[in-house]
C-alpha cells in the first residue's frame, strides 16, 4: 500500500508523521525486596560469578543438601530452601570456592574402530586436536553429570547417509535431564530463514553455563552407536557414565575467596533487597557481607549461634564489632536458641538460625502493596504477628530479664518463646539494627526497612534523568519528591515531625545545581520523619477512693 505520509520531509510538499512520542510514562517499581542474596557452600553452582534460584529449581541448581553433621557449612543451605519456601521470590548467591576448585573439559572422542562409538573422558586442560567435541559444563556439579548425544537418520536419494545435525542432552547423575540442545557440526551451517544452527551457536543463544567446541569431525556415520534407530524402532545414543568433570577442592575457605564471592554478588546484574548470613560462624564472611551492606545499601541480616547462652552470644556480637560499621542500622543480629526439625528433612532436630526466614517474611510481607505501591515496611517482623513456622521447637536455653536487656543493650534480637492473649508461639521478640545509639529512629529495623526503599526508589529516579537538561532534570526529580513523599506520608510511613525547622511537614527536601559545579551536578537533599515502632509499654493502675 502507498503511505500517505513520509518519515523526513526535503523541500517537497507532502506530510511528516513523526514516530510515537511517549510521556506517558511513570517510575516503575521493582520485585527486589522480594529477593535474598547470600554466599554459601553447595555442592552444585557456578563459582565464576553470582547466579539466581528459586522454589522450584533450587535443588537442581544448588543440589540437594548435606548433612549438618558433615560440615556446619552446610546449614546455609538448609535456610536458603526455607526461606524460599516462605515468601522469598528468588535467591540470589555467590557459591563459595577455593583456589584449589577444578573445572575439567569433557571430552568426546570417536572409538578406535572409526564410525561406531565414542568414548568419553574428561580432562583438565583444554583437549588436544582429534576430539569430537568438547565441552565445559560451568554449573559445577559434585555429583557429576552424564552426557548423550544422537543424529536422526538422513535419507539422501533413498539411501541412509552420515548426518551432521546431532541432540545433545545434559543429564545429572541421576538421568534428570538438565537441557536439551540440537544443532549442526558443520560451521556456517543455517536454517531455511537464514538463522545459524551450528551447535557451539545455538548453545550460546540460550545459554552462558556451556561452552563447547567441536572438532574436525562434522557428522555422525551410518553405522554409529548414535545414529537413527535400533532393531526395536528405539533411538540410539551415545552415552556417557557419570562423569566428574568438577573438583571442589574442599572447605578450607580464605579471605580471600569470601571478597570474590562478596565482588561476584556486588557486581551481579540481578537485584535483591535483603542479605542473610544463613548460620555462617565464619567472622571473614560476616566482614565480606557488612562491607556488602555498605556498597549496596542493602539491609544484612546475622545469625548468632543458637547453641549459644546469652553471655556467649553478647561476645560473639561484641567480636564481629558490627556496630562500628558507618552503615550499622543497615545490619540486623538475630539469636535463637532453640532445636527444631529440619525443615528440609535432611536433619534431624538442629539449631537453625533465623537472618534467611526472617528476611523471607519480609519479601512476604513487600509482595503486597497498596494502591500507591508501598508495602507494610513500617511493620517490622517481629512479634505476634510473625511467628518461627517450623515444628519441633525446642527451646534451649531462657534468657533472664537481665539478659535481656544487656541483649537489648548489645543490638540482638532474640528469637524466643513469648506468651500472647492468643496463646504463646515463637517470635522475634525484638526488631533493633546494630546502631550504637539509645534514643534515635536509627535503631529500629522498620525505619532502616523504610529509609532503604526511599534511598533505593530515589536513586533509580536519578540515574533515569542522568544526561538530561539541567532545567528539565530538576523540574522532574521536584516533581517526583514531592509525590513519594506524599504517598509515603498516606501510606503511613511517615508522620508530622516535632522539629522546628520541619514546620509540622513529615518530609522537606531541596533539589539544586550545585554551586561549585552547576553546569553538572545535581543536589539532592531530603529529610524525613518516619514512624516509630512500639518497643516498651508501661503500665501504671491507680486506685481511687
Known sequence: MSASFVRSLGSESGVQTNPLQDDSELPAGTNSDQIIATMLRATRGRIDKAFKVNSGNVKKLLGKGESLRASELNEAWVQVVESLNNGAYEAVVSRLSTS??????????????????????????????????????????????????????????????????????????NDEKLSEYTGSLVRGAKDDSGNSIYLPEVIEMRTDSLELVTGAIESVAVTSDAYGYNESFQEKWAESATLIYFVEGGTAYTTDDYVRAREQLQGTQFDYGYIASCGSKAPALIAQLVQLAYETNIQLKVDIPGSLNAEESINFIEQLNLGASTTAHLIHAFWHPAKASDPTGINGKIYLGTSALNAAYCCARNAIKNSKGFSK???????????????????????????????????????????????GRYVWRDSLTCAMVDSSLKKLIAVAD?????????????????????????????????????????????????????????????????????????????????????????????LSR
Open 450 to 542: 523504610m529509609s532503604c526503599s526511599i534511598d533505593d526508589a530515589i536513586s533509580r529516579f536519578g540515574k533515569d534523568i542522568l544526561q538530561l537538561p539541567m532545567k528539565i532534570a530538576l523540574k522532574r526529580m521536584n516533581d517526583y519528591l514531592t509525590q513519594l513523599f506524599k504517598d509515603a506520608q498516606a501510606s503511613d510511613w511517615l508522620v508530622p515531625s516535632s522539629d522546628p525547622e520541619m514546620g509540622g511537614n513529615a518530609w522537606k527536601f531541596v533539589v539544586q545545581p550545585d554551586s561549585t559545579r552547576p553546569y553538572e551536578k545535581m543536589v539532592v537533599q531530603y529529610k524525613l520523619r518516619y514512624d516509630g515502632t512500639t518497643r516498651q509499654i508501661e503500665n501504671t493502675q491507680t
Open 377 to 423: 515496611k513500617n511493620y517490622p517482623i517481629a512479634g505476634r504477628e510473625w511467628k518461627v513456622n517450623r515444628s519441633g521447637i525446642v527451646q534451649t536455653y531462657t534468657p533472664t530479664k537481665q539478659e535481656l536487656s544487656a541483649l537489648a543493650r548489645a543490638k540482638i534480637n532474640p528469637v524466643t518463646y513469648e506468651v500472647y492473649s492468643g496463646g
Open 100 to 173: 584449589a576448585a577444578v573445572l575439567s573439559w569433557i571430552v568426546v572422542t570417536p572409538a578406535a574402530a572409526e564410525g561406531t562409538g565414542f568414548t568419553f573422558s574428561v580432562s583438565p586442560d583444554e583437549p588436544a586436536p582429534g576430539f569430537f567435541l568438547a565441552f565445559r559444563h560451568l554449573d559445577c556439579f559434585n555429583d557429576g553429570i552424564k552426557v548423550r548425544f544422537r543424529a536422526e537418520e538422513n535419507r539422501v536419494a533413498g539411501a541412509q547417509a552420515a548426518n551432521s545435525v546431532i541432540t545433545l542432552q545434559i543429564l545429572d547423575a
